[in-house]
């Protein structure tokens, strides 16, 4: 059996490289051109339209939990009370940095670190985003510092290249069947994605 095409939207480019990993993992191949938001409002807005086409073909969904909802299942309620069964719709606790830093071996190798420094509950980080550019800023590589990190003095949240790194290491290096084992709602999105197979 072939396995289906399946069209994703996601909050932001660096959201983009992991679910292309994610779908490819479960089996499945990502469409040439992800839908790319401008933020968790604009994503939400779109749900509706991606249900509705949903009952045609697959479609993944992927957003950051942060801090808008008790738990994921609880938002995916809210964004998408009935879902058709080629909808999936899956939310990364708390956001998709927590899923990367889950793989604690090839993200230490990326960032040239001891996976010591990695947290073993990723899930329960209130800001893996925060967390991810510390280690980024403590890198033994000078160009991942420069490109993840934001500059002394600088007001930004993250480095330059900060995306690009991100999606670099999702498409290369990671592993998400790795990640799983850390990370429940990561291994709730896979098997969720790997039912797409058969729909």
């Not at 040439?32 to 949903?54: C, H, I, W």
């Not at 001891?114 to 893996?128: K, T």
Request: charged share 25%.
């Amino acid at each position: 059996m072939t396995p289906p095409v399946v069209n994703f939207a996601v909050e932001g480019p660096t959201d983009v490289g992991v679910a292309r990993a994610l779908l490819r993992s479960a089996g499945l191949v990502p469409a040439d051109q992800p839908y790319l938001m401008n933020g968790k409002a604009a994503l939400d807005r779109r749900v509706p339209a991606y249900a509705k086409a949903a009952e045609l073909a697959p479609w993944f969904v992927l957003r950051d939990l942060d801090r808008d909802a008790p738990c994921a299942g609880e938002l995916v309620a809210r964004l998408a009370p009935a879902r058709p069964v080629k909808l999936c719709l899956r939310i990364a606790v708390r956001s998709v940095e927590s899923w990367l830093l889950a793989d604690r071996k090839h993200l230490a190798a990326f960032l040239d670190l001891s996976a010591a420094l990695l947290p073993a509950e990723p899930d329960r980080e209130l800001n893996p985003k925060q967390v991810l550019v510390g280690l980024a800023a403590r890198s033994r590589r000078r160009d991942i510092r420069q490109d993840m990190a934001p500059r002394p003095g600088s007001l930004a949240r993250v480095g330059p290249n900060y995306a690009a790194r991100l999606n670099e290491f999702a498409e290369a290096a990671w592993d998400p069947r790795v990640a799983a084992n850390a990370s429940a709602s990561l291994a709730r999105c896979l098997a969720a994605l790997k039912r797409l197979r058969s729909r």
